[in-house]
């Protein structure tokens, strides 16, 4: 490190101020491509700041590989070097590599401060990155409330879809921000919008277990039994997944308990591929078929006697589940394991 990147990044203003009256070159970078006036505003050194700028130092940024003095000082929360650097000159809105801008980066890192003084200075609240995201996406996806309210508003588009085809409500019931979907919801935002995948936000919060949020969208009319391109459902991935609460919520809400989707598969077989054997009674209870197969032709029962749970196996048997169509082998493990089992 040279003297000058030194001096700014531990925030050293008489040093600085003497160097700027030798012949160093206060825009040099460093072996990282920091300059003095990148180190000053990522570390939050707001009189260094000053100082280098009264000096002339230039606030243009053309490297695109590094943050920015302004996105730097947006990431760390110094909300009055933001302010600094955008009276000095700096362009609010200059993005980086991945076209991220200080207020998508204010918001992703959870700073209201900085948000509302970029907000302030102009900066372009529905801008989006590489992969479509707005600043709202990335403040839906982190779960803060407040900014989530300052950028609404502010004007950010609700509905506005990432290269995935998901809106700032994805993000938010991805995550299991019930307050954040909340808000979301109260805005506008439409709880049944589909992806690239035609996957709703229900359809995620179902997969992970996002009880909460599963309950909200559900009440706000966000339909049980959609399906994606693969024809799963909320209910299909709840199973999958181990959710009881959830596979109890959604079936209580209307979801069929026997979709099956483009390779056979039903909530039941996905459940007892998993052992999941409070799921598996439940689906039964709600007039799940018990003897629906794959394409490989593999039933629930199947399944459990290849997983050698000797639970579900019983249970399946008891609630009829079919041992016809067991061949030799399926027959000899299910003699076993039962016997196992009783011993």
Known sequence: MLPTHVAAFFGLEKMILHLQQTELDLNQKDEMGYTPLLWAARNGYEAVVKILIDGGVALTWEDPY???PIASAARNGYDAVVKLLIQSGAVVDLADENRWTALSIAARYGHEAAVKVLIRSGAAVNSRDICGRTALCWASSCGNETIVKILIGNGAAMDSESDLGWTPLFYAAIRGHKAVVNILIENGAAP???????????????????????????????????????????????????????????????????SIDVQNWTPLLFAARGGHTSIVKMLIENGAVLDLMDKYGKTALLLAIANKDAVLVRMLIENGAT???????SREALHKLLQCHEE
């Open 66 to 68: 590094q943050p920015s």
């Open 192 to 258: 049944d919008s589909m992806d690239e995948a035609n996957r709703t936000p229900l359809s995620y919060a179902a997969e992970r277990g996002c009880t909460a949020v599963v309950e909200m969208l559900i009440e706000n009319g966000a339909a049980s039994d959609s399906m994606d391109l693969a024809n799963r459902t909320p209910l299909l991935f709840a199973a999958r997944g181990g959710h009881t609460v959830v596979v109890e919520m959604l079936l209580k809400n209307g979801a069929v308990p026997d």
């Open 323 to 329: 041992v016809d169509v067991l061949d030799e082998d």
